[in-house]
């Protein structure tokens, strides 16, 4: 029987972010015995209420909020969920780290959260490693009693990975990369296949800036030492989102960061217009036969 899902807020709603992942970094014991200590203290308890008061003041404004996570101890993230719930009868998305057991995943679906968030890759984790873990989340989470469909909704945190935004069934993500990319100088290019701008694939980073070093020292990333293919479409793709070179000085991707967040972010909308619309299976063989299957 195929999971019939409750009316949920679509994607391109405002998502609100606790901050726990730069408390944790701020906070996090020197020592494996004194690691999570802080996170079991009155100051950290402090902040769960004042995270829960912001929320309540501000519900109006807000379609998700995350979890008070605790990074790598799902113990605790479990605790403060059920804390902001029971306590102040919020619903925070629950958020699940890299590498957790998968009897946490099944624990949050069997309780009735119908979307969760995982953690992207990172904090010393290979990718290799990462996408060992999420093909079983996501086989899990996609069984083939459901057609390989999603059971739940999941949230990719810091998602900044191309190929795993199109490798797992995400209903939503979050990332600083293009942000980061444009303060760099630098914009996203789809790359041209047969005529047409594609999107199942990673784009290029093509640096602009006229005031990258890139653009000083000869480097073919920059556009001005790329080849003649490259730039004409970078050009066509410029056109095509309506935005300028301002190679002459006025407002555009060479001039401007702000004008390069903009493309950035256009790359993204098109991208969201090109690719099927979720729910797709899940395609990954890996961990298919046998472990979670029924």
């Not at 306590?87 to 998305?93: C, F, R």
């Not at 996203?188 to 602009?208: D, I, N, Q, S, W």
């Not at 030492?225 to 000085?249: F, H, R, T, Y």
Request: charged share 25%.
């Amino acid at each position: 029987m195929k999971r019939v899902f409750r009316k949920i807020k679509p994607p391109g709603m405002f998502f609100f972010d606790s901050g726990a992942f730069g408390l944790f970094a701020r906070k996090e014991g020197k020592t494996k015995e004194n690691r999570f200590d802080y996170f079991k203290t009155k100051a950290f308890k402090k902040y769960v209420d004042k995270y829960a008061q912001f929320i309540l003041e501000h519900e109006s404004g807000i379609d998700y909020y995350a979890n008070v996570d605790v990074l790598d101890n799902p113990e605790l993230s479990w605790k403060v969920l059920k804390y902001l719930e029971n306590k102040y009868g919020l619903n925070p998305v629950p958020v699940i780290h890299p590498m957790t057991d998968i009897k946490w995943v099944q624990k949050h679906v069997e309780a009735g959260y119908e979307f969760i968030g995982i953690g992207g890759g990172g904090r010393g984790r290979s990718k290799a490693d990462y996408k060992i873990w999420a093909d079983g989340v996501f086989t899990y989470l996609c069984p083939k009693s459901n057609d390989y469909l999603p059971i739940v909704r999941v949230h990719g945190f810091a998602m900044t990975s191309f190929d795993l935004m199109l490798r797992y069934p995400f209903w939503s993500v979050d990332s600083t990369s293009w942000v980061q990319s444009a303060a760099w100088g630098g914009i996203y290019v789809p790359h041209k296949r047969k005529g047409k701008f594609v999107f199942t694939e990673a784009p290029y980073v093509l640096m602009v800036s006229s005031d990258s070093p890139t653009a000083k020292n000869g480097d073919a990333s920059h556009y001005l030492k790329c080849s003649k293919m490259e730039q004409a479409i970078m050009l066509e793709w410029l056109k095509e989102m309506n935005v300028p070179l301002g190679d002459d000085g006025t407002w555009g991707v060479v001039s401007e960061h702000n004008a390069r967040k903009v493309i950035n972010l256009r790359f993204f909308e098109r991208m969201m217009n090109e690719i099927p619309p979720w729910p797709q299976p899940y395609q990954s063989q890996t961990l298919r036969k046998g472990l979670f299957d029924d």
